[in-house]
T-cell receptor, first 114, second 110 residues
Protein backbone atom coordinates (compact mmCIF):
# COMPACT_ATOMS: atom_id res chain seq x y z
CA UNK A 1 0.00 0.00 0.00
CA UNK A 2 1.19 3.49 -0.82
CA UNK A 3 0.86 6.54 1.44
CA UNK A 4 0.10 8.68 -1.62
CA UNK A 5 -3.34 7.85 -3.02
CA UNK A 6 -4.26 8.59 -6.59
CA UNK A 7 -7.72 8.35 -8.12
CA UNK A 8 -8.93 7.12 -10.46
CA UNK A 9 -6.55 4.26 -11.25
CA UNK A 10 -7.67 4.20 -14.87
CA UNK A 11 -9.34 6.84 -16.99
CA UNK A 12 -10.51 6.74 -20.58
CA UNK A 13 -11.69 10.01 -22.07
CA UNK A 14 -12.42 11.62 -25.38
CA UNK A 15 -10.57 14.63 -26.67
CA UNK A 16 -13.45 16.96 -25.86
CA UNK A 17 -14.01 15.77 -22.30
CA UNK A 18 -13.04 17.52 -19.09
CA UNK A 19 -11.83 15.33 -16.25
CA UNK A 20 -9.64 15.62 -13.17
CA UNK A 21 -7.00 13.45 -11.56
CA UNK A 22 -6.75 13.51 -7.80
CA UNK A 23 -3.82 12.93 -5.45
CA UNK A 24 -3.98 12.83 -1.66
CA UNK A 25 -1.40 12.40 1.09
CA UNK A 26 -1.71 12.66 4.85
CA UNK A 27 1.96 12.55 5.78
CA UNK A 28 2.14 16.31 6.37
CA UNK A 29 4.28 16.77 3.28
CA UNK A 30 4.40 20.30 1.89
CA UNK A 31 5.84 19.57 -1.58
CA UNK A 32 3.80 17.71 -4.19
CA UNK A 33 4.65 16.75 -7.74
CA UNK A 34 2.98 15.62 -10.97
CA UNK A 35 4.92 13.39 -13.37
CA UNK A 36 4.00 11.98 -16.76
CA UNK A 37 5.38 8.61 -17.79
CA UNK A 38 5.14 7.10 -21.26
CA UNK A 39 5.61 3.36 -21.77
CA UNK A 40 9.17 2.16 -21.23
CA UNK A 41 10.37 5.68 -20.42
CA UNK A 42 11.32 7.29 -17.12
CA UNK A 43 8.92 9.76 -15.48
CA UNK A 44 9.01 13.37 -16.70
CA UNK A 45 8.34 16.16 -14.23
CA UNK A 46 5.32 18.34 -15.03
CA UNK A 47 4.60 20.49 -11.98
CA UNK A 48 5.87 21.09 -8.45
CA UNK A 49 3.84 22.66 -5.66
CA UNK A 50 5.49 23.91 -2.51
CA UNK A 51 3.35 25.03 0.42
CA UNK A 52 0.33 25.04 -1.90
CA UNK A 53 2.00 27.39 -4.38
CA UNK A 54 3.08 26.41 -7.88
CA UNK A 55 6.87 26.57 -7.94
CA UNK A 56 7.76 24.70 -11.12
CA UNK A 57 5.89 24.33 -14.41
CA UNK A 58 8.00 22.40 -16.89
CA UNK A 59 6.46 24.17 -19.92
CA UNK A 60 3.41 21.93 -19.77
CA UNK A 61 0.61 22.72 -22.28
CA UNK A 62 -2.31 24.65 -20.83
CA UNK A 63 -4.67 21.73 -21.44
CA UNK A 64 -3.17 20.43 -18.18
CA UNK A 65 -4.13 22.63 -15.23
CA UNK A 66 -2.85 21.80 -11.74
CA UNK A 67 -4.51 22.85 -8.53
CA UNK A 68 -3.49 22.48 -4.89
CA UNK A 69 -6.55 23.32 -2.78
CA UNK A 70 -4.84 22.40 0.50
CA UNK A 71 -1.69 20.82 1.81
CA UNK A 72 -3.03 17.28 1.45
CA UNK A 73 -4.59 17.46 -2.01
CA UNK A 74 -3.26 17.91 -5.50
CA UNK A 75 -5.47 17.89 -8.58
CA UNK A 76 -4.69 17.83 -12.28
CA UNK A 77 -7.52 19.16 -14.43
CA UNK A 78 -7.61 17.87 -17.99
CA UNK A 79 -9.32 19.49 -20.96
CA UNK A 80 -9.10 18.97 -24.71
CA UNK A 81 -6.33 16.40 -24.45
CA UNK A 82 -4.63 14.82 -27.43
CA UNK A 83 -4.00 11.09 -28.06
CA UNK A 84 -0.30 11.63 -27.34
CA UNK A 85 -1.26 12.62 -23.79
CA UNK A 86 -2.10 8.98 -23.08
CA UNK A 87 0.31 7.96 -20.34
CA UNK A 88 0.68 7.04 -16.68
CA UNK A 89 0.35 10.13 -14.49
CA UNK A 90 2.20 9.84 -11.22
CA UNK A 91 1.85 12.00 -8.15
CA UNK A 92 4.57 12.25 -5.51
CA UNK A 93 5.13 14.14 -2.30
CA UNK A 94 8.07 15.03 -0.09
CA UNK A 95 8.44 16.68 3.28
CA UNK A 96 9.33 19.99 1.70
CA UNK A 97 11.48 21.45 -1.08
CA UNK A 98 14.76 20.95 0.69
CA UNK A 99 17.13 18.60 -0.99
CA UNK A 100 17.78 15.17 0.46
CA UNK A 101 14.12 14.58 1.13
CA UNK A 102 12.82 11.33 -0.40
CA UNK A 103 9.81 11.51 -2.69
CA UNK A 104 6.92 9.15 -2.05
CA UNK A 105 5.04 8.09 -5.16
CA UNK A 106 1.46 7.04 -5.73
CA UNK A 107 0.42 4.12 -7.93
CA UNK A 108 -0.51 6.46 -10.76
CA UNK A 109 -3.51 7.03 -12.99
CA UNK A 110 -3.35 5.33 -16.39
CA UNK A 111 -4.93 7.74 -18.83
CA UNK A 112 -6.11 6.80 -22.32
CA UNK A 113 -7.28 9.46 -24.77
CA UNK A 114 -9.55 8.23 -27.54
CA UNK B 1 24.57 11.73 -23.41
CA UNK B 2 22.10 11.38 -20.55
CA UNK B 3 23.06 12.82 -17.20
CA UNK B 4 22.15 9.50 -15.57
CA UNK B 5 23.12 6.24 -17.22
CA UNK B 6 22.11 2.78 -16.07
CA UNK B 7 23.51 -0.58 -17.05
CA UNK B 8 22.51 -3.10 -18.08
CA UNK B 9 19.21 -2.04 -19.70
CA UNK B 10 17.72 -5.50 -19.30
CA UNK B 11 18.73 -8.44 -17.16
CA UNK B 12 17.34 -11.93 -16.82
CA UNK B 13 18.45 -14.00 -13.85
CA UNK B 14 17.62 -17.28 -12.18
CA UNK B 15 16.09 -17.34 -8.74
CA UNK B 16 18.74 -17.22 -6.06
CA UNK B 17 21.34 -15.34 -8.09
CA UNK B 18 23.17 -12.26 -6.83
CA UNK B 19 22.29 -9.27 -8.99
CA UNK B 20 24.06 -5.94 -9.46
CA UNK B 21 22.55 -2.93 -11.17
CA UNK B 22 24.79 0.02 -11.96
CA UNK B 23 24.18 3.74 -12.22
CA UNK B 24 26.61 6.44 -13.35
CA UNK B 25 25.94 10.15 -13.40
CA UNK B 26 27.74 13.13 -14.84
CA UNK B 27 26.42 16.00 -12.72
CA UNK B 28 26.93 17.18 -9.17
CA UNK B 29 24.32 15.68 -6.91
CA UNK B 30 23.01 16.10 -3.40
CA UNK B 31 21.43 12.64 -3.23
CA UNK B 32 20.71 9.56 -5.31
CA UNK B 33 17.52 7.51 -5.29
CA UNK B 34 16.96 3.90 -6.20
CA UNK B 35 13.34 3.32 -7.20
CA UNK B 36 11.41 0.16 -8.07
CA UNK B 37 8.49 0.08 -10.49
CA UNK B 38 6.39 -3.03 -11.01
CA UNK B 39 4.28 -3.57 -14.14
CA UNK B 40 1.10 -1.57 -13.74
CA UNK B 41 2.69 1.56 -12.43
CA UNK B 42 3.40 2.45 -8.83
CA UNK B 43 6.90 3.52 -7.90
CA UNK B 44 8.45 2.51 -4.59
CA UNK B 45 11.43 4.37 -3.19
CA UNK B 46 14.00 1.76 -2.13
CA UNK B 47 16.88 3.95 -0.99
CA UNK B 48 18.01 7.53 -0.88
CA UNK B 49 21.71 7.96 -0.24
CA UNK B 50 24.35 10.63 -0.47
CA UNK B 51 27.36 8.63 0.74
CA UNK B 52 28.46 5.16 1.74
CA UNK B 53 26.15 2.20 1.86
CA UNK B 54 22.63 1.30 2.96
CA UNK B 55 21.05 -2.11 3.49
CA UNK B 56 17.42 -3.14 3.72
CA UNK B 57 16.60 -6.83 3.77
CA UNK B 58 18.11 -8.43 0.67
CA UNK B 59 18.88 -5.08 -0.94
CA UNK B 60 22.15 -3.16 -0.61
CA UNK B 61 22.88 0.21 -2.20
CA UNK B 62 26.30 1.82 -2.42
CA UNK B 63 27.50 5.12 -3.76
CA UNK B 64 30.96 6.44 -4.64
CA UNK B 65 30.72 10.22 -4.87
CA UNK B 66 34.24 10.64 -6.27
CA UNK B 67 33.59 8.18 -9.09
CA UNK B 68 29.97 9.35 -9.59
CA UNK B 69 28.73 5.80 -9.46
CA UNK B 70 26.16 3.83 -7.50
CA UNK B 71 25.23 0.17 -7.42
CA UNK B 72 22.14 -1.67 -6.25
CA UNK B 73 22.70 -5.27 -5.20
CA UNK B 74 20.01 -7.89 -4.73
CA UNK B 75 21.02 -11.00 -2.82
CA UNK B 76 19.15 -14.32 -3.15
CA UNK B 77 16.97 -12.93 -5.93
CA UNK B 78 13.34 -14.00 -6.17
CA UNK B 79 10.75 -13.79 -8.97
CA UNK B 80 8.94 -11.08 -7.00
CA UNK B 81 12.03 -8.89 -7.50
CA UNK B 82 11.11 -8.72 -11.20
CA UNK B 83 10.52 -5.04 -11.88
CA UNK B 84 12.09 -1.98 -13.44
CA UNK B 85 14.78 -0.42 -11.25
CA UNK B 86 15.31 3.29 -11.76
CA UNK B 87 18.22 5.40 -10.59
CA UNK B 88 17.40 9.08 -10.06
CA UNK B 89 19.59 11.92 -8.80
CA UNK B 90 18.78 15.17 -7.03
CA UNK B 91 21.01 17.68 -8.75
CA UNK B 92 22.92 20.36 -6.86
CA UNK B 93 22.17 24.02 -7.38
CA UNK B 94 18.93 24.67 -5.58
CA UNK B 95 16.62 22.53 -7.70
CA UNK B 96 14.45 19.89 -6.14
CA UNK B 97 14.09 18.10 -9.45
CA UNK B 98 14.90 14.45 -9.83
CA UNK B 99 16.81 13.48 -12.97
CA UNK B 100 15.94 9.92 -13.88
CA UNK B 101 17.90 7.18 -15.59
CA UNK B 102 16.09 5.12 -18.21
CA UNK B 103 15.65 2.20 -15.84
CA UNK B 104 16.70 -1.42 -15.93
CA UNK B 105 14.17 -4.19 -16.46
CA UNK B 106 14.93 -7.18 -14.25
CA UNK B 107 13.31 -10.55 -14.79
CA UNK B 108 13.98 -13.27 -12.24
CA UNK B 109 12.90 -16.72 -13.39
CA UNK B 110 11.94 -19.46 -10.93
Amino acid sequence: DTEVTQTPKHLVMGMTNKKSLKCEQHMGHRAMYWYKQKAKKPPELMFVYSYEKLSINESVPSRFSPECPNSSLLNLHLHALQPEDSALYLCASSQDRRRNQPQHFGDGTRLSIL
Amino acid sequence: KNEVEQSPQNLTAQEGEFITINCSYSVGISALHWLQQHPGGGIVSLFMLSSGKKKHGRLIATINIQEKHSSLHITASHPRDSAVYICAVLTQGGSEKLVFGKGMKLTVNP
